[in-house]
């Protein structure tokens, strides 16, 4: 079946490989499909579109057809489907997102959704996603948004909201920060637990894990997890290969004082509660080292080494399928294999606590005739209080994006808790919206 699938940041470092791999190991797809990768860099794109056809040339059997462009316009063109992997104005205005709270003693650990850092990203990266879904509306009238960029839910919500573009959005969180779990409640596999999650992406909670049908949740608690966690015991790690290392004992914290476990590590669910990431005597209070300035720089050139070095010396790694699935959405959709796994989706009901419409974080399944979310577990009050203000607090963030508005954006900021000086927020905002300018778009 001929298809075009475009990615826009086509020559990421991060992304582009762990995706094309998918497409290359799913038999569903072969030289009929074709992958274009489109990027303004045009050294990265050529350094990623190299490292992809090597393993393209290495498995005719299973090659797709592969292609890359530095032009936007071509790469829409036609497509069936458009994935979306970009960091909108790079590293540096990345770091500027922390820089900026900084200056005024604010603090955010990752910073993709919440606090000053997440408002910042995401008035910077809302209007160039509509300017994108717009443009497909011309070239490519039909085709849905896979989107794998943060702030996930403000970014796969405005393309529907404002352009009427269909979109999946895909984190691999919940299921990579369970996994790291499984030994300890006796799994070895995903194939003995089946699990429910509901909220807003990197704020979402896991309301059942089952183990063989038993209760895993009861089985880590018994095991006495919860009390480790307190006495600094159970700094369980995992290392992501976007994030580097990840300590998972935070939520086992947040687990005990809400009474339901949140989904993703320390680093991502404690950026929603102060009392773990606001201050510095709390950072130390909980073991949360994470430097996003330090550490993201170091990241993206761990990132960019994984591709570059393996082309200058030869030595190719072995394949790395990602852990985020947009071939399988494909797939299904197109008419092959049904697949329901965890992806961030318009709430048509599924998560009754929420507003219609707000991308939410649940399970889905896709198939020929669609996407059918399953309806979520009812999410306890004390993560009603937590998720709520949370997804309304990103609405604002992005309706400000759209109108541009600092009033807007200073009242969203003054209902987050990471925020806890009113007599700053104006300034802040004004710092934030003077900086981002720069990147809005200039076609809209």
Known sequence: MKMKISMIGGGSYSWTYGLYSTFLDNPFYDKETELCLYDINEKALNDVYAFCKYYNDRYPEKAITLTKTLSEDEALEGSDFVVIAISHGGLEAELEDHRIPRRYGFYN?????????????????????IRIARKMKRLCPNASILNVTNPLTALTRCVQKYADVHAVGFCHGIRNHLEILLPYFGAKSFDEV????????????????????????????????????WAGKSNITYDDPFAGRENQRIRFILWDMLGVMPGLSDEHCAEFYYQTSGTQENRDRFGMHYDRIADRSNSVKRL????????????????????????????????????????????????????????VETMVTFDATGAHPAIANPLPMAAQAIVIPTALREEMFMEAAV????????????????????????????????????FLPKDM
């Open 109 to 129: 650990v990752k910073g993709s959704e919440s606090g000053i850092a997440g408002a910042s990203r995401t008035i910077r990266h809302v209007p160039e996603f």
């Open 403 to 438: 109108e541009w508005d600092a009033n807007k954006l200073t009242s969203a900021l003054c209902i987050d808790p990471l925020v806890q000086d009113f007599t700053k927020i104006r300034d802040v905002v004004k710092d934030l919206m003077d900086y981002n300018a720069q």
């Open 304 to 359: 960019r080494d994984q591709i570059v070095v393996p082309l200058e010396t030869g030595n190719m790694p072995a394949l790395r399928i990602s852990d985020e699935r947009p071939d399988r959405v494909i797939e299904a959709l197109m008419g092959g294999r049904e697949f329901y796994d965890v992806v961030n989706y318009r709430n048509l009901g599924q998560v009754r606590e929420l507003p219609l419409d707000t991308v």
């Open 194 to 229: 089946s699990f429910s999650v509901s909220g807003v992406d990197h704020c979402s909670f896991l309301t059942d894990i089952r183990f063989h049908g038993q209760d895993a949740l009861k089985i880590m608690r018994e095991k006495g997890m919860i009390e480790a966690a």
